[in-house]
């Protein structure tokens, strides 16, 4: 076996002189990734109360779409926004392509987190609010929202670390994020793999902190649940 020469692997100067640059895009991968969580919960949310709703004219449309962004990468998404919808006169930054595909993307994910954990809570504890004389939005706000949002702490949490991830697709619209950073120091220096390292650890790091806060949350909730 050949020996492997360690320096071609990866450069730890270059990876130390080039950090401020990458993280100069951190920013952007934040911005990216909870900017469109947010939005992402309140599409979501309302897409599976449409999902669950006993009116065709509702559910239809809203499987319809979430089967749609299920199915397609979300860099095609970004592709369609960015590239192809300026040809009929609709153009975005790639910033707001970037926030409106990863949005619209991850709502159809949330939408069926919300709707499986709506399904999780007890159906004998509709029927008792109805026994109680609670209206439909009465007894989603006081008694099946409460517990349904602790159900869906740890897969919403799992959402967000793929968000946190995908960002970096953003690279291919130009957006100036931590990947695009380290791929244009790598171009530059003619050490792509130190960089992709680099990176990689920046995305390691962004996400453990993000689960420490899931272990939080999900202690902080767990006696409800």
Do not use: H
């Amino acid at each position: 076996m050949r020996d492997i020469e360690w320096g071609l692997l990866f450069d730890p100067q270059l990876a130390i002189d080039s950090l401020p640059y990458v993280l100069g895009g951190i920013g952007y991968t934040l911005l990216i990734s909870v900017a469109s969580m947010v939005f992402g919960l309140l599409i979501g949310f309302f897409l599976s109360l449409a999902r669950t709703a006993p009116y065709k004219v509702l559910e239809w449309p809203a499987r319809l779409y979430i089967s749609f962004m299920r199915g397609v990468p979300i860099l095609v998404i970004l592709f369609l926004l960015y590239f192809a919808l300026p040809v009929i006169g609709v153009e975005f930054s790639a910033l707001q392509a970037a926030l409106i595909g990863f949005t619209i993307n991850s709502a159809a994910y949330i939408a069926e987190v919300f709707r499986s954990s709506l399904a999780s809570v007890d159906k004998g504890q509709w029927e008792s609010s109805r026994a109680l004389g609670m209206s439909y939005w009465q007894t989603m706000r006081r008694i099946i929202l409460p517990q349904s949002v602790r159900i869906a702490i740890p897969p919403l949490s799992n959402v967000y670390l793929d968000l946190i991830k995908a960002s970096s697709l953003a690279a291919m619209i130009t957006v100036p994020e931590v990947f695009q950073k380290a791929r244009i120091v790598g171009a530059r220096e003619y050490d792509l793999l130190t960089l992709l390292i680099l990176v990689s650890l920046i995305y390691w790091a962004v996400c453990s902190l993000m689960t420490v806060l899931q272990n939080y949350l999900e202690k902080r909730f767990e006696e409800y649940l």
